[in-house]
C-alpha cells in the first residue's frame, strides 16, 4: 500500500471552525468567473422558488400519527 503524500496529512485547523470555514468558503467564491457565479445564483433561486412551493403545499397538510 503506498505511503499518502505528506500534502495529504497537512490540515489547516484555521478552516475547520464556523469562521474558517466561512472565510474559506468566501475565499472560494470570489475565484469563481462572473459567469460562474451568476448561473449559480441562479440555480439557487430557482431551488428557493421550489422549496418555498413545496413548503406551502403541504404546510396545510394533515398528517396522521
Do not use: C, V, Y
Amino acid at each position: 500500500m503506498a505511503e499518502p503524500d505528506k500534502q495529504d496529512e497537512i490540515i489547516d485547523w484555521r478552516l475547520t471552525t464556523w469562521d474558517g470555514a466561512q472565510r474559506e468558503q468566501l475565499r472560494r467564491w470570489a475565484e469563481l468567473p462572473l459567469e460562474n457565479i451568476i448561473r449559480a445564483l441562479e440555480e439557487m433561486e430557482q431551488l428557493a422558488k421550489r422549496l418555498s412551493s413545496q413548503a406551502d403545499a403541504t404546510e396545510f397538510r394533515i398528517h396522521p400519527r
